[in-house]
Each structure stands twice: as C-alpha cells, then as structure tokens.
C-alpha cells in the first residue's frame, strides 16, 4: 500500500495536478482509514508519512482535509480518495457552475463534475457537509470552487486517472475559450453609438469575398 500512495503522489506531482506541499491520498481498508499526514510532500512521500486513523475520532498528525475524507468514506462505496489542486479544474471552478468536458475522453470517464460553491476551507463543517452528495452513483469527481478536486475510486489508480482526466478536459475547455471558439452570445451592439444607424442596408453577395466573377464572354454569340 506504502509503494502505491508513493508511486501515484509522484505521478500527481510530476503531472502538476498538486504543489509542493499540498493536497492528500487516503485509501479506506475496513475501518481503518490511511492518509497522507499534514504538510507531507506528495511527490516524495516517506515511510513515515501516512496516518492511520479510524472512521470517526481526532485528526492526530493526518491531513486537514481527514474530516473530508471521512465523510465521503461514510457516505459512498469509495476505497480511495485523492484531493489534488489541479490548476485549471480549479480556475474553472472559480467561474464556472460546472464542468462539462468537451473531449470525448472526459465525457466517457466522467462525463461531468460538479463544483462545490462552498465559501469555507475543505476542512470546514460546511465543506464536509455538501462534498460527498456530489460524489454519489457515477459522479466520481467534483471541484470544491478554488480550494482543488476530489477524486473517489476502488483504487489510487482509479482516482488518479479521474483527476488527470479532469484536468486534461479542463485544458481543453480552457483552449477553447481562449481561442474564441466557445458558444457565446456575441455582443449587443448598441444603436446609440453604431456608427452606421444612418447608413441604408447594403445588400449582400451571394459571391464569398476573395472569388472573382466569372468572365463568361466566350460563350456570347458575336
């Protein structure tokens, strides 16, 4: 279990779906609880940085986000969790009310995730109250708004692969905006200030601009 929360907090780091010294990795064995500890770095987890906590008590030395944890083990058939702070998933967050990918492989693996509008830490009763409704049947990923996601699976690797999936979309999503491909309104136009209220309509050509007219003269009668 020690080599796999290694390996996958490497591939987390590595991917940049978390900084130094933030986010956390729990895997639930029974009711028994093992999470990465306070202020652990995840992209070089040691023998000595993963708690062993119960389902319900005090946090000891594990993550602030145990409470979290907790109640998504609690309250879904999760048997691993990752809370990481992907950098795009989390600015979507901010502004968005959902996140709905448009690759297909976002759409086949989560198809949407839910953001949390919570105005408290991910620690916070509140946060921890409103998480795991977001995480029940096939919604396997949700974004609390700027504070990063929360990925649930049967295994690390499952959650990892939600996580890189999210935020793979989340790229995508914000690429398209970027290059002014997205679906939205255009403008109003004010008529106030259109320099051309006073201008009759020009009627439009049928000819795309850029094609000359055909000289058609060869086939006249002289």
Known sequence: MLDELKKIGSLMFRE?????????????????IY?????????????GDIAE???????????????????????????AIIHAYPVNATAISITDNKVVPQDGEGLRLFHSAAIVRSHQAVGSDETVRLLPSFLQGTNVVAVVKGQGSFAIGKNLEEAYKFTSALESSCKILIAIRSSGSGNRPSPAVSISNNPNRDKPAQRRSAIPPGIGVMDRSRYHKR
């Open 16 to 32: 940049g779906l978390v900084s130094s010294h933030v986010g956390s990795l729990s895997v639930r064995h029974g009711d028994k």
């Open 53 to 79: 906590v119960d389902l319900v008590g005090d946090l000891g030395e594990a993550s602030v986000e145990l409470p979290a944890h907790r109640a998504i083990y609690r309250e879904t058939k999760a048997l």
């Open 35 to 47: 999470i990465t500890k306070r202020d652990v770095m995840l992209g070089e987890l040691q023998d």
